[in-house]
């Protein structure tokens, strides 16, 4: 059986961004202690069922864990690696803000056994960084980002584009100012209107207009020839890395593998019983904490996730990747051949219109395809 991957889930920020729809939460007084208790707990029920499974990934996730205390963080390492067998070459990720306090606790999560942080810079513009509602600063984010590279063997970052105003100039100029900065992977992410976000409101009032779909595409085209000058690749729709220095934990979520998901709102894929099990646990903080004292865990949802479905998922998640997806992996982990889980017209079509490759026992999109991939995706699943 393949590696499984861990995902703690740390739902605190210290303001709600305007852009975000994830499970964070505001308060004024952070339950340290509590959150400790109920994340230990959620993880010996997973581990009392899973057995020592062996776990490839940790990822710390939020929210904003770069807010935990650096003791929580190695608290939850060593309990990870008591009760599964922690891989020696495991990658374990702490997602961080660029605030000078946190970058200042980077030394005691790297003693605690982090090794590759991903940093939420999200632009180097101020107007940009003031738009996007964020407590830090262009020059916070640069130190962090070097902080970073001098403390963690591995380094990420994540940029947005497809601004209000921005135009290709101001994009080639932010990239290769990224690119410059000590990092062996980014996250490049379009800006998107989530519904349920202060965004939403606002775009829908016609308070700012986002770029237009050519020319959010032509800032895809600059990203991808940017990175390339600089030894990066494309290896996922919005991610890019060096030959190595792709992120492991999420491509365990992209070839569809297990992971478990510990902490409010969190989601997990796991093989249990001869079943692929799809968990979800509750989103308020309070509530799930109250549950997990109660009953070990924060459940609310556990179900065998049936083979169409597995199929459809495994789709979804895999075409995202450069390299695409797998025939003998998708039938294996579904139960489904993988042509059998394609609309045939659709397919036909795709390959002719040079949007799909499908050869060699692999399917993937092409980079015109990428650019086309909700759309095609819905016409293409059966």
Excluded at 20 to 30: A, G, I, P
Excluded at 71 to 99: D, H, V
Excluded at 135 to 158: N, T, V
């Amino acid at each position: 059986m393949d590696s499984l991957a861990l995902y703690f889930h740390w739902p605190f920020c210290l303001a709600k961004c305007p852009y975000c729809d994830f499970n964070s939460h505001v308060r004024e007084r952070l339950p340290q202690e509590q959150m400790l208790k109920a994340l230990k707990a959620e993880l010996e029920f997973e581990a009392a069922r899973l057995g020592k499974r062996r776990v490839g990934s940790i990822f710390f996730g939020g929210g904003t864990p770069s807010l935990m205390d650096p003791e929580s963080i190695a608290t939850l390492i060593e309990e990870s690696g008591r009760l599964f067998t922690l891989a020696p070459e495991a990658e374990i990720t702490l997602e961080a803000n660029p605030t000078s306090v946190e970058a200042a606790k980077f030394s005691a999560y790297r003693a605690g056994g982090v090794n590759r942080v991903s940093i939420g810079a999200q632009s180097f513009s101020p107007e940009a960084l003031s738009f996007l509602g964020r407590e830090h600063s262009a020059e916070q984010a640069i130190a962090a980002i070097e902080l970073g590279a001098k403390i963690f063997p591995r380094l990420s970052f994540d940029l947005m584009y497809a601004l209000p105003g921005q135009d290709q100039a101001s994009w080639r100029a932010e990239l290769r100012l990224a690119l410059n900065l000590a990092a062996d992977h980014l996250s490049l992410y379009q800006l998107t209107i989530e519904d349920g976000t202060k965004f939403a409101v606002l775009h829908s009032r016609g308070e700012f207009v986002l770029p237009d779909e050519a020319e959010a595409e032509a800032l895809y085209d600059i990203t991808a020839e940017e990175v390339g000058r600089y030894g990066l690749q494309r290896y996922e729709v919005s991610n890019y890395a060096k030959p190595g220095g792709e992120s492991r934990h999420n491509l365990t979520y992209w070839r569809y593998g297990d992971y478990a998901g510990i902490g409010p709102g969190a989601h997990g894929r796991l093989s249990l019983g001869g079943k692929l099990l799809a968990t979800t646990r509750h989103r308020a903080p309070e509530v799930w904490m109250e549950r997990v004292a109660g009953h070990g865990h924060g459940t609310t949802l556990e179900e065998d996730i049936p083979a169409e479905d597995r199929a459809r998922e495994a789709l979804i998640m895999g075409l995202r990747l450069r390299d695409g997806i797998s025939a003998s992996q998708f039938a294996a982990r579904t139960g489904i051949a993988l042509i059998d889980a394609l609309a045939p017209d659709i397919l036909e079509k795709s390959i002719a219109a040079g949007y799909l490759n499908f050869s060699g026992g692999r399917l993937a999109a092409t980079a015109e395809g990428t650019k086309r991939l909700d759309a095609l995706l819905a016409a293409l699943a059966r």
